[in-house]
């Protein structure tokens, strides 16, 4: 069977080189790609949303499975075009994955299903949204872009000042440009955040192995909102019966509202949940694998993903076996580029690739890159994924941080504390 997978970063990256392992693959694709999918798989110079040239390959080319990898082109309905060709295709409808599409939307959904999630109020007028934060006494507020905005569109506020200049950077400034026409304004959740992502045809729920993102841009989760500096798995924060808390009052209530509102959801479901001293609360819905998750999760998954998510785009994922994970942890440390979040400069040459590679258990997985004469060059923000495993975290982290120090280019930079809030965490509840 020949894959294709869609997107160009650290996700896809992971994906084809986990594809490419399957016993019942004989050639892996990646419209577009970067420089590490080029290695793992074969690129093929394809934008996402050109939806036309997509399909005509992927008949050209008898693609057996399609896996769409980032959020835009699902938003954007690249999985209805494919399902109206008879082509099959991993990933949500259009109208499932308003789910990530539109944070309104998403809290629509939770409160009719009676979901845990934090209180909040949808605004789509700057003054509203103004005399509403002012009259609050609760001044620890999150303002959230409505639409899609990398994982950017995100801010934390610990005062009503910081809350005012988050919605005028949002609705007057336009920052992330049309995703905020709508703002959400919830109350600020306390607790730890944990990435739970589960395989669904609509029916059956396979949840995956519990990862925690590191989503601040600097150590000790200071700094802006990225789209993930680092993740690990598995985080003792989620405990087995704390899971099936999560199982049973979020995951399988949102695929049954959504099967009830007329859009079945197929695909990786993706919940970011707030453990709190209340319990867990989902702080937002995603459609798709995870990225930085993606990349500790599949070093650990064993087995035939292939299969897997093939089954998931013929709804018959009750007939597959369980999923075999390691019990060894993996880390994921991303590097990034000097400027990042904001404004970064491109095409800077990549050294040390070879050296890291020599690392055992390693895999140096590429998000922004390209290959410019044979060189490896920055082509984005976040540029590596530098993921390992070991047989304990400890491990894991020191061959990860052994791999970023091999690997240089001018302006890199990455935190240096990933994985870490899982001993704080077993400090804090030893049992």
């Known amino acids: 069977m020949k894959v294709l997978v869609i997107g160009q970063g650290g996700r896809e990256h992971a994906l084809v080189w986990k594809l490419a392992q399957s016993p019942s693959v004989s050639h892996v694709f990646c419209a577009p790609g970067n420089a590490g999918t080029a290695s793992d798989g074969e690129n093929v110079a394809i934008d996402p949303l050109d939806f036309d040239r997509l399909l005509q390959f992927a008949r050209q080319e008898a693609i057996g499975l399609t896996v769409v990898g980032p959020e835009t082109p699902?938003?954007?309905?690249?999985?209805?075009?494919?399902d109206a060709a008879h082509l099959p295709v991993f990933g949500p409808s259009k109208l499932a994955a308003e789910l990530e599409g539109s944070k309104a939307f998403a809290k629509?959904?939770?409160?009719?299903?009676?979901?845990?999630t934090a209180e909040a109020k949808v605004f789509v007028d700057l003054a509203a949204a103004e005399s509403y934060i002012a009259d609050r006494e609760q001044a620890r507020l999150v303002v959230k872009a409505d639409g899609l905005a990398a994982g950017k569109g995100v801010v934390v506020c610990a005062d009503k000042a910081q809350a005012l200049e988050a919605v005028r950077r949002i609705?007057?400034?336009?920052?992330f440009g049309d995703a905020g026409n709508r703002l959400v304004i919830e109350e600020r959740l306390d607790g730890q955040e944990a990435s739970i992502l589960a395989l669904t045809d609509g029916s059956t729920i396979v949840p995956l192995e519990a990862s925690q993102d590191h989503k601040a841009a600097f150590d000790d989760d200071q700094g802006p909102n990225t789209g993930g500096m680092g993740a690990y798995s598995p985080t003792p924060l989620i405990t087995p019966p704390l899971m099936d808390q999560i199982i049973g009052q979020i995951l399988v209530p949102t695929v049954h509202a959504m099967k009830k509102r007329g859009r079945p959801f197929k695909g990786i479901?993706?919940?970011?949940?707030?453990?709190?001293?209340?319990?867990?609360?989902?702080?937002?819905?995603?459609?798709?694998?995870?990225?930085?998750?993606?990349q500790p999760l599949l070093m650990r998954l064993q087995g035939d993903l292939a299969q897997l998510l093939l089954a998931v785009a013929e709804n018959r994922l009750a007939d597959q076996p369980p999923i075999d994970w390691t019990p060894r942890p993996a880390v994921c440390v991303v590097m990034a580029a000097a400027g990042y979040p904001d404004a970064y400069d491109k095409g800077c040459p990549i050294r040390g690739l070879d050296d890291a590679a020599r690392v055992p258990e390693l895999k140096v997985f590429h998000a922004g890159t390209a290959l410019r004469n044979g060189q490896v060059v920055t082509n984005g923000g976040r540029v590596l994924g530098v993921t390992a495993l070991g047989d304990t975290l400890a491990e894991a982290k020191l061959r990860a941080y052994q791999g970023v120090k091999c690997i240089r280019w001018d302006g890199a930079w990455c935190r240096h504390d990933i994985s870490d809030k899982a001993r704080r965490f077993a400090e804090a509840d030893p049992a």
Do not use: H, S, W
């Open 74 to 82: 699902l938003v954007g309905g690249l999985v209805d075009a494919f």
């Open 108 to 116: 629509d959904v939770m409160r009719q299903a009676a979901i845990p």
């Open 171 to 175: 609705m007057r400034q336009r920052e």
């Open 269 to 294: 479901l993706y919940a970011g949940v707030m453990i709190t001293n209340q319990g867990p609360k989902v702080l937002e819905f995603n459609v798709r694998f995870g990225d930085p998750e993606a």
